[in-house]
């Protein structure tokens, strides 16, 4: 309050000034020019050119409000425009995360083309017509994401891979790939999608290939792609055995040692890899070869799983290979898989005793429907008829508890 009771008496000491100074000094002024002639005082003239200084301001400020109206209500002004791109943004990400797909295509296709930046709308809209089936619309999409960001050419490849993949068009998509792999040598995301491609087609040959370099650019962390690695040479073992089996078993024994050599020597000790190799030899009747691989890893590290197959293949001599089953026993007196194995080594040399004994305590350690069968098995030959009959339920009940589930409904009789 007293600032402005100061401001008022400074603009009044100006106009008393200013009227003191017009009274004593009128001054004059002439404008003349062709046939154009203004007189006046000097205090007239500055006033005229403070109230022509005054329109000209309010005029502008006019103009200025006219303009921002008209940007506000003409649909076609820049504010509008970019209004509506916004706009299509929000709602087009809103219908693609949300599944509706026609309506996500049509506003990130129209934020697309009025963005400078358009690569993921471009992206988004594509992802929408490929789930609508619509395959051309969206290679087109991507065909002219490309054309206006040319520089993002491996954004668009990695998307049109996936969405191919989606499609169920794992050719188109391993062509796509394989290309970038080709532009692109070491980058992760091309390796992973290949990867996850050469898994989907069952391509174990091309993923164990393709090992190297994933171990190498470090795509997976090192437990999962030491899995994956134990994974893909094992159905590439299996592969190699079915390979050429259609003409002579003993082609596919070559091409199976073809790919066992064609491990390294700390693979080769893997016992994931063992079992499948052995696993394949004892399909392709060298059961005896089957024997001695499996002799030697349990030798070297024992493993339940070897162990359980030890039992499932016959060596050339039976003597000492149940030998080397009860050798092992000796460490490993509880292990339920091992006692069955001794027992069916036992049933192959004709030693009934022996052989039930070993599968009674084995079933003792851990029911299991494969024990429960070779047990009933010589139980039937032995005469034990009702005993078998039991073990042959029991065996069945373990390989799917639902049948028992629930009560079978009555037989409805004529």
């Known amino acids: 309050m007293k600032r402005f009771y100061i401001l008022l008496f400074i603009a009044i000491a100006v106009a008393a000034l200013i009227g003191v100074a017009m009274a004593e000094h009128a001054g004059y002024v ?4 062709q046939n154009f002639r203004y007189e006046s005082s000097l205090w007239a003239a500055l006033g005229l050119l403070l109230a022509l200084w005054l329109v000209l301001l309010v005029a502008r400020l006019l103009i200025g409000l006219v303009s921002a109206s008209s940007g506000l209500v003409n649909p076609w002004s820049r504010h509008n425009r970019s209004r509506r791109v916004q706009i299509a943004v929000e709602q087009g990400q809103m219908d693609l995360a949300e599944g509706r797909w026609a309506s996500a295509q049509r506003h990130l296709h ?14 988004g809209a594509a992802r929408a017509a490929n789930e609508q089936g619509r395959y051309e619309e969206c290679d087109s ?21 996936q969405l191919q993949q989606d499609r169920g068009d794992t050719d188109g998509a391993l062509v796509t790939l394989q290309a970038m792999q080709e532009r692109h040598r070491h980058n992760p995301q091309v390796l992973r999608q290949l990867q996850r491609l050469y898994l989907l087609r069952g391509d174990w040959s091309e993923l164990v290939r393709l090992m190297p370099e994933l171990r190498k650019d470090k795509v997976l962390p090192a ?3 030491a899995e994956l690695e134990r994974r893909a040479w094992g159905e590439n073992l299996s592969l190699a055995a079915w390979r050429e089996t259609d003409n002579a078993s003993a082609s596919g024994l070559a091409s199976l040692e073809q790919a066992w050599k064609a491990l390294s020597s700390a693979q080769r000790q893997e016992p994931a890899l063992v079992l499948a190799y052995a696993e394949q030899l004892r399909r392709l009747n060298a059961e005896a070869q089957a024997e001695d691989v499996l002799r030697t890893a349990l030798k070297r590290d024992y493993n339940s799983h070897l162990a359980r197959l030890y039992g499932l293949v016959r060596g050339v001599d039976n003597g000492k290979q149940l030998q080397a089953a009860e050798g092992w026993l000796k460490q490993h007196p509880e292990d339920p898989s091992l006692l069955l194995t001794l027992g069916r080594i036992c049933l192959q040399g ?4 022996k052989a039930r004994d070993y599968l009674e305590s084995s079933l003792r350690f851990e029911p299991n429907p ?11 030959q032995l005469g034990e008829t009702e005993r078998s009959n039991q073990l042959f339920q029991q065996g069945l009940g373990m390989l799917d508890e639902r049948l028992l589930a629930r009560p079978l409904p009555a037989l409805s009789r004529a």
């Open 223 to 225: 437990a999962e792609l």
């Open 110 to 123: 129209r934020a697309a083309e009025a963005d400078p930046q358009p690569l993921l709308y471009y992206l």
């Open 30 to 33: 002439l404008i003349s020019y």
């Open 350 to 353: 004709r030693l009934w005793g």
């Open 141 to 161: 999409l991507l065909e002219r994401a490309l054309q206006r960001q040319p520089q993002a050419e491996l954004a668009v490849a990695l998307s049109h891979a």
């Open 370 to 380: 494969e024990t429960c069968a070779e047990l009933a098995r010589l139980l039937a």
